[in-house]
């Protein structure tokens, strides 16, 4: 079975903290994704990378960034944090490029305060 | 107007009732997803379709092309049915997925 695993359920950050939100996909894949989930708005795409050390804007990304140094971890990193970006942020993971299958983490719901 | 949306937002049922989940999309993908989200957040794929039907047990997936419209169907409802039903549309030629805002499904005993 394809695990992708989050390294924090919930996180509790203060205003202005830098967070770092890991995954970690056991399966060799290509790709992987960061996506936050709001009430109402469903899940946005905030970065994904197809290759390591690669890296491309999703429809949300300001307030972000990522790296993906190795291929199986795969980090969101949020500069200064606001209470803006308090959501439930979700990592996906699929083989190759083109239609696949994302597989997802259980998702880290982060509180901003 | 989003590019993919759900219908209803909400759906509660009685234990063995058959329910129908809807989506309908207005971009060009080349594949449509089905997916559940259990309470806690963790999401599963239930099916990646691009024409007719898939069935997995008790559920079936169907999506026609031409009116770009795909339904999400089970059969002889559970309680741990009970989740929120995602549906998402893969863009053509990227790896990017549009997602609908979701079917909450109670079912109760």
């Known amino acids: 079975d394809v695990k992708v695993t989050q390294s924090s359920r919930y996180l509790v950050k203060r205003t202005g903290e830098k967070v770092f939100l890991e995954c970690v996909q056991d399966?060799?894949?290509?790709?992987m994704f960061w996506y936050r989930q709001d009430p109402g708005l469903g899940l946005r795409l905030i970065y994904f990378?197809?290759?390591?050390?690669?890296?491309e804007k999703g429809d949300i990304p300001e307030g972000y960034s990522v790296s993906r140094e190795k291929k199986e971890r795969f980090s969101l990193i949020l500069e200064s944090a606001s209470t803006n970006q308090t959501s439930m942020y979700l990592c996906?993971?699929?083989?190759?490029?083109?239609?696949?299958?994302?597989?997802f983490g259980a998702g880290t719901r982060l509180s901003v305060l | 107007k989003n590019e993919v949306e759900q219908s209803p937002q909400n759906l509660t049922a009685q234990e063995g009732e058959f329910i129908t989940i809807n989506c309908s999309y207005s971009?060009?993908?080349?594949?449509l997803h089905w997916l559940q989200q259990h309470p806690g957040g963790g999401i599963v794929s239930l099916f990646m379709?691009?024409?007719g039907k898939k069935k997995h047990g008790r559920l079936i997936a169907t999506i026609n092309i031409q009116e770009k419209h795909s339904s999400l169907h089970i059969t002889a409802s559970h309680p741990r049915d009970s989740a929120v039903y995602i549906c998402?549309?893969?863009?053509?030629?990227?790896?990017?997925?549009?997602f609908g805002t979701g079917t909450r499904l109670q079912v109760f005993p």
């Open positions: 996906a993971s699929s083989p190759e490029r083109g239609g696949n299958i994302q597989y």
């Open positions: 399966m060799d894949h290509e790709n």
């Open positions: 990378s197809y290759d390591v050390k690669m890296k």
């Open positions: 971009v060009g993908i080349s594949a």
């Open positions: 379709l691009s024409s």
């Open positions: 998402a549309g893969h863009l053509y030629n990227t790896d990017k997925l549009i």
